[in-house]
């Protein structure tokens, strides 16, 4: 039976992510557990067992007596969450292109066929598959507590990368990023492909930083 719970829980917890990234549910509100269980078809006791997850992901705040809500977008929290991942992920990223094999660089290419299949036709999609094509270059290092780590962090990223991609032209530009970068991380160039994420995370940090400054603005 605790299987079974387990399991739509964590079915449950992919359905609210993916609405909160796609920003289907509001910031400014409490999340309604009755009618959203509802909606789902499920119990509230998985629901909130989704809930306290998407939490502890940094997706969700919880306040007292009045439940569940969508974290917002804010300026602190993504310098906070880009410096983390400047100083752990090009490291990251450059040992496993060290040692990943022929199955690592074939996965790697099939996240970013599929990343770029969802930015012609489903950009909900596009912040959940860029984290996947982003870890496929860390996944090969084997350090599950350093990969738990950029894990995370991707994934408090995901809601900013579909801001981040508001702007025209941006969707090109990180095309071309992540394709040099995959190019670099199959053909072993450690220090080449650690220096360009390094680039590429900083230049979305630095786009970021003046989307907030113009909207304060």
Known sequence: MSIVVQTLSEQIFSLVRDRIISGKIPTDVAIRQDALAAELGVSKIPLREALARLEQDGLLLSQANRGFFVRPLNADEVEEVYALRLKLEPEAVGEAAKVATAADKAAAREALEALDAAAANDKT??????????????RPLHRQVTIQIIERLNIISERYVGKHLEPAGRDDRAHNEHLAMLDLWSSGKSEEVAALMR?????????????FETEKA
């Open 199 to 211: 680039q590429h995370i900083g230049m979305t940090l630095a786009d970021l930083r003046k989307q």
């Open 125 to 138: 999609q596009v912040g959940r598959l860029n984290r996947a094509f982003h870890m496929s270059l860390v």
